[in-house]
């Protein structure tokens, strides 16, 4: 059931969260820190208020999916089921270690609560579409909820899954698009222009809403709207985001892709983080 | 063995899953608008509830497959085997065989087998490149009750399997109380003199080949090696052991196929002598069937004049 939790209370969840992406990509000394913290709004949102899940049954057949189709920023996902207890918060220690269930790219064979493997862009959105189908086809009500990156959208498979979305009309998806604007190599407009990214997914018929991404009260205002929503169409939350949000040094720099802080990096960040809690 | 029966493996999928699809709902056919050809009319008239087509987009059928595996459904996806092993080759790593999904990829037209289409739809390379991928069971049946019997058990078997199957009709040659298991060689000859090992639509040929050699005073053990992996290699060690010469053949290029596959064991036996009679690494092209494997030497006569060499 939807948890009963304010959008301050969810901030400072968001705030944990970041803390936590940092704390391990920093132990781990590797890892994606800028595309884990733009899409840290809709993670939490999704773990702590939306879905309907059982960290002590994380394969109960009834539960709401996630799919992480931008599978690099798996540190934001991590965090999440650790603080929701479906491992011990020790274990965010051992990301990309050797034996770790925190696999350098999420590992559904690896990690409870995981519930596809992705990490090649592109393919995710394809695997949450059939999963939505096998929703529709036993009648069940369990949602599918994805995040893809901009630049993965330049993958043609994406289309592929969303014109699938539309023909069996997957209004049991909702697809976050993470637009921070910076791919790996530059910005989205300079490696390979997304021109109007939303009115394409408009285009292969899903409802769009169009949000500042990193926005808690905006975040859970669209997947309010998304999943009550009952027309036969998937959904699409379009957010504007901040590659790095929350730390200022990684905001909006496409060098803090996938590098990691050192020490004196580290210690700035959370003091940031620690300074963006809000009174609930 | 008749030789008057001919039919399409693809015609034996076509009427195991229809009834592979009654006995169990969680069977779905996944289609990539090739469904026609790859004899799927018959499930999607009976059982549209579990049926999709997800347009010509190969890559999205893979992922989509994969996603209702891991809600417990047993999708197979169908399309040619030179787009359900090339075009979907990634996915089928990433996210079926990584996370060892139980996934089918059936697929037609496979080897030289759509003649007349040309180079673009032959499908040379596929075994090869899908017995490279961890978790994933490779099989081609060598006729229409082989194909029924091995879609059967693809369907039973949890995991990733790859399903090869000829567009052209081909001799029958098993009969319907034939049984099949996954990773078991079926015997058809023993012999002493020489091994042939093949699968798919040159298993026949093996037959013809050892009957021509029998009259010539050689004796021949033909095994169909509808598993290229795992492979059997109990059996391919019982053929270096009791012979000690080996032919492979197959409608695939010899680079990575059944011939490459046997030759792994072979060699590290150090003790018997191989050779392989396949696509002699080429592009096909527009042509009859039986003239594309005449260019590659896949014909009776070259099987027996390789086995009399060996013989000597």
């Not at chain 1, 000394?29 to 960290?55: K, W």
């Not at chain 2, 996806?77 to 030179?82: E, G, I, N, Q």
């Not at chain 2, 390379?125 to 229409?144: H, Q």
């Not at chain 2, 052991?241 to 053949?249: A, C, F, N, S, Y």
């Amino acid at each position: 059931m939807k948890e009963t939790v304010s959008v301050a209370q969810l901030q400072n969840i968001c705030i944990d969260l970041k803390k936590n992406i940092i704390s391990m990509i920093h132990k781990a000394q590797s890892g994606h820190p800028g595309g884990s913290l733009s899409v840290a709004e809709f993670i939490t949102a999704c773990y702590f208020r939306e879905m309907n899940i059982d960290p002590k049954d994380p394969k109960w057949a009834d539960r709401d999916r996630f799919v992480l189709s931008k599978g690099h920023v798996c540190p934001a996902q991590y965090a999440a089921l650790a603080m929701k207890g479906y491992f011990p918060m020790e274990v965010l220690d051992t990301l990309r270690k050797e034996g770790s269930i925190l696999q350098g790219h999420p590992d559904m064979k690896k990690c409870p609560g995981i519930d596809i493997s992705t990490g090649s862009l592109g393919q995710g959105l394809a695997c949450g579409v059939g999963m939505a189908i096998a929703a529709k086809l036993d009648k069940k009500d369990y949602r599918v909820f994805a995040a893809v990156g901009d630049g993965e959208c330049n993958e043609g498979e994406i289309w592929e899954a969303c014109q699938t979305a539309y023909k069996y009309q997957l209004d049991n998806l909702v697809v976050f698009v993470d637009y921070n604007n910076l791919q790996l190599d530059g910005t989205c407009d300079e490696i390979m222009p997304p021109i109007d990214l939303g009115a394409k997914f408009r285009a292969f018929g899903f409802d769009v809403y169009e949000i500042n991404g990193n926005d808690m009260a905006e975040m859970v205002a669209a997947l309010d709207l998304a999943v009550t929503t009952k027309n036969g169409r998937p959904k699409c939350i379009f957010g504007h985001t901040v590659k790095g949000k929350g730390v200022s040094y990684m905001e909006n720099q496409c060098g803090w892709h996938g590098v990691a802080p050192n020490d004196e990096e580290y210690s700035q960040a959370m003091a940031e983080l620690e300074e963006q809690y809000v009174k609930c | 063995m008749s030789e008057t029966v001919k039919k399409a493996t693809r015609d034996g999928f076509g009427d195991e899953i229809v009834e592979l699809g009654k006995e169990n709902s969680s069977i779905l056919v996944v289609d990539v608008d090739i469904g026609k050809s790859c004899k799927t009319g018959a499930f999607r008239k009976a059982l549209p509830e579990q049926y999709l087509n997800v347009g010509i987009a190969e890559q999205n059928a893979a992922g989509v497959a994969a996603g209702l595996a891991t809600c417990g459904k047993i999708p197979f996806v169908v399309t040619y085997a030179a787009f359900g092993s090339m075009r979907m080759c990634e996915m089928i790593r990433q996210e079926i065989c990584y996370p060892h999904l139980n996934v089918k990829i059936a697929c037609s037209h496979g080897g030289v087998t759509p003649a007349n289409d040309g180079a673009s739809h032959q499908s040379i390379e596929d075994m090869g490149i899908l017995r490279t991928i961890p978790n994933m069971t490779v099989i081609m049946p060598a006729d229409y009750w082989a194909a029924r019997k091995l879609v059967r058990a693809a369907a039973e078997f949890d995991g990733p399997v790859y399903l090869r199957f000829t567009r052209d009709a081909i001799p029958v040659i098993y009969g319907e109380n034939d049984t099949f298991e996954i990773g078991k060689a079926k015997q058809l000859r023993d012999g002493k003199d020489v091994a042939i090992i093949a699968n798919g639509d040159t298993v026949r040929l093996a037959l013809e080949a050892a009957e021509a050699l029998s009259a010539a005073g050689i004796s021949a053990r033909v095994l169909d090696m509808h598993t290229i992996k795992p492979l059997d290699v109990e059996a391919v060690c019982a053929c270096i052991d009791d012979i000690g010469r080996i032919i492979t053949v197959e409608d695939h290029n010899i680079l990575n196929g059944l011939g490459s596959a046997v030759a792994d064991v072979v060699a590290e036996s150090g003790k018997a002598v191989l050779r392989r009679v396949g696509i002699q690494d080429q592009f096909g092209m527009s042509a009859p069937y039986d003239r594309l494997l005449a260019m590659n030497g896949i014909t009776v006569e070259n099987i027996v004049r390789i086995a009399e060499e060996l013989a000597k």
